[in-house]
């Protein structure tokens, strides 16, 4: 009997963007995932492949969206306040997107409205802010838990769901393949939370902002990798992208397409190492 697959797909904006070779090889190697859990741009990557979407389709549409400034701002557009009492409501918040309606203008049509319609068990993280810990979504509706899950702060507003004020999943579970751990035989984890690199410039204060973020999380998975590892984590070249660095996809697509040939070759070894016999 063949070993189960797991695929948790963790946050880091722009970066998460390389997720989309892991689908690739996943499909080119013939897996279909019995589960998959994902954080921030993780979950997003994650509701298109358990919607069915190929990895294939998933490139396309995503190159599709991000072709152009002109092609972004043309969907942020169509995701701006209906009237001026919602774009004021909980108070006037000029430098904080709603994420709902930025995600309802970006979401491929393939992405169902509830958990209950996708094809593959799917795990959302959120953090529930007033709560202090992870809130995981697996049932109900859909797109405000992948709204949720992409709420980063200072950027979006926290999104309100079931009486909890939410943000990004990132910040409690940056990979979370905890979640998965004994839904599967063999865990496939991905990192692109990235970690801060020296440049020509001194780091400005949204440069400080966002890397204090990406060593949060770094510290949260090495502590996370003391008590329970994945099977196979794979960590793709993404530190020189900023996180929202979305219309650079070509540029990250390039820079990480050898994660596809790591990742064959990993399945290949935990394969061999755990499921093929031994030769005496």
Known sequence: MSPTFGL?????????????????????????????????????????????????EIREYAQTILATRAQVASRMWRARPGSLAEAVAGGLRVSQFNVERILKAFLPDMVPGTFGELEIPLKVTATDYYGHKLAVFEDGDLPSALAASCAIPAVFRPVLRDGLTLIDGGIYNPVPFDLIEHAADIVIAVDVVGAPEEGERQPTSVDLMFGATQLMMQSIIANKLTQCRPDILIRPPVSRFRVLDFLKIEAVMAETASVKDELKRAVEETLKAQYLPRKH
């Open 8 to 56: 948790a797909l963790g946050g880091g904006g722009a970066r998460g963007l390389a997720h989309i070779h892991v689908v690739e090889a996943l499909d080119e190697m013939g897996i279909r995932p019995v589960a998959i859990a994902g954080s921030s741009i993780g979950a997003l990557v994650g509701a298109g492949m358990a919607s069915g979407m190929t990895g294939r």
